[in-house]
């Protein structure tokens, strides 16, 4: 007959600990995989939750997140940073369309303080137009490739230079054998 396992007296996280965890996956991301990382993820929450002593005391024995991963890390090949990719892809597309903004913005003002007036210019190869006259004012741009290769090309370099994707590459000359 076997004796059934005694439960472990468990808390729930709080929003210290909660911070803790995220900021440690934040740099977990470049040092394991994303399979080990919830893994590691999983076994910290469920050590955590478990130990009876306060969250500073479980926290402050634990170290700084990022100390933390490199040491989950240690041995292992440098991997991107998808998320901070991302987050980078998605701000230079923002500046991007807040400057065309501003950029069509300027013309609008520009041709509507001298009404009757027409202008055409281009922004990264996008041609805008912008013009007022009596019968009103407007602006406008042309939606061929330009529109749509443009921005693209702005979210892939952010999201690649974010990522820092280099880091797939091996940097030894001496390759193990």
């Known amino acids: 007959m076997t004796m059934p396992h005694a439960a472990v ?33 999983r076994s910290l929450r469920e050590e955590i939750a478990a130990d009876p002593r306060p969250a500073e005391v479980v926290l402050a024995d634990l170290g700084s997140p990022r100390a933390l991963a490199l ?3 240690e041995g292992e090949m440098p991997r991107p940073l998808w998320q901070i990719g991302i987050l980078t892809a998605a701000a230079a597309l923002l500046a991007y369309w807040v400057l065309f903004g501003a950029f069509t913005g300027g013309m609008l003002a520009a041709v509507d303080s001298a009404a009757p007036m027409r202008a055409d ?3 990264l190869f996008v041609p805008v137009m912008a013009f ?14 330009e529109w749509l290769i443009v921005p693209f090309v702005i ?8 990522a820092r994707v280099w880091r797939l590459f091996r940097r030894d000359s001496n390759p193990m054998p």
């Open 9 to 41: 007296a468990t808390r729930p996280l709080g929003m210290r600990e909660s911070m803790y965890l995220a900021r440690l996956d934040w740099h977990l991301e470049g040092a394991v995989s994303a399979a080990e990382r919830r893994r590691i993820l």
């Open 71 to 73: 040491r989950y890390g």
């Open 121 to 123: 210019a281009t922004f």
């Open 132 to 145: 007022s006259d009596d019968e009103g004012i407007g602006i406008g741009w042309s939606g061929g490739w």
């Open 155 to 162: 979210v892939t370099l952010a999201l690649l230079l974010g």
